[in-house]
């Protein structure tokens, strides 16, 4: 079992949608979580990088950690195409600060 | 300023080849991270250097893979007489100490 479980997808919704994507973990020392939204042939971008639990918004992105469950998600509301991608989830801690990624959710946004 | 560069983009290398791969972090960016990427899965976890030093060298999958940052800034990762599974995206990523790590766009390597 990997550290970091990420349903690969993909993940077809309409446009306008609200989309939540997630992610579990086993290592409980976790304490960074960061998600990356990865175009096809390019470099992942950060989206969102948030410390311990807790919630934090940026637009239509929301983050979300539950550190008692080893969950994390992100929402998109009001989706758009241009949001079809690669969703990385990824997360470091315990006295290190490399991230563990998650294999990446794909999602379709469809007009 | 720029953010992570990467170059070449694209190698293409003959089996048993040697390659080198280039990444210029963002400045003032201590951490850098190699990681590497094959198709429909995430990144994986390479090496990393914290200025000069390479502090973690345990995801690099053998001895043929070879990282340097010599003066804490530009960083090369080698790999020595390529093989076919050695075929994916090589990713590059830059940070400040504790804090987000910013990626370059990649460099895709084939090697037939």
């Known amino acids: 079992q990997k550290e970091v479980e990420q349903d690969p997808g993909p993940l077809s919704v309409p446009e306008g949608a609200i989309v939540s994507l997630n992610c579990t973990y086993s290592?409980?020392?976790?304490?960074?979580f960061m998600w990356y939204r990865q175009y096809s042939r390019k470099g992942p971008e950060l989206l969102m990088y948030?410390?311990?639990?807790g919630n934090k918004e940026d637009g239509r992105f929301t983050a979300q950690v539950d550190k008692s469950s080893k969950y994390i998600s992100l929402f998109i509301r009001d989706s758009q195409p241009s949001d079809s991608a690669t969703y990385l989830c990824?997360?470091?801690?315990?006295?290190?600060?490399?991230?563990?990624f998650g294999r990446g959710t794909s999602l379709i946004v469809h007009p | 300023g720029a953010g992570v560069s990467q170059s070449p983009r694209y190698k293409v290398a003959k089996r048993g080849q040697d390659v080198a791969l280039r990444c210029d972090p963002i400045?003032?960016?201590?951490?850098l991270f190699w990681y590497q990427q094959a198709l429909g899965q995430g990144p994986e976890f390479l090496t990393y250097?914290?200025?000069?030093?390479?502090?973690?060298k345990s995801g690099l999958p053998s001895d043929r893979f070879f990282a340097e940052r010599p003066e804490g800034s530009v960083s090369t990762l080698k790999i020595q007489r390529t093989q076919q599974e050695d075929s994916a995206v090589y990713l590059c990523?830059?940070?400040?100490?504790?804090?987000?790590?910013?990626f370059g766009p990649g460099t895709r390597l084939l090697v037939l």
């Open positions: 250097f914290q200025n000069e030093a390479q502090l973690d």
């Open positions: 990824a997360m470091s801690g315990g006295g290190s600060y490399i991230p563990t």
């Open positions: 290592n409980s020392a976790f304490q960074y």
């Open positions: 400045s003032g960016h201590v951490s």
């Open positions: 990523a830059s940070s400040l100490v504790v804090g987000e790590p910013y």
């Open positions: 948030t410390y311990s639990s």
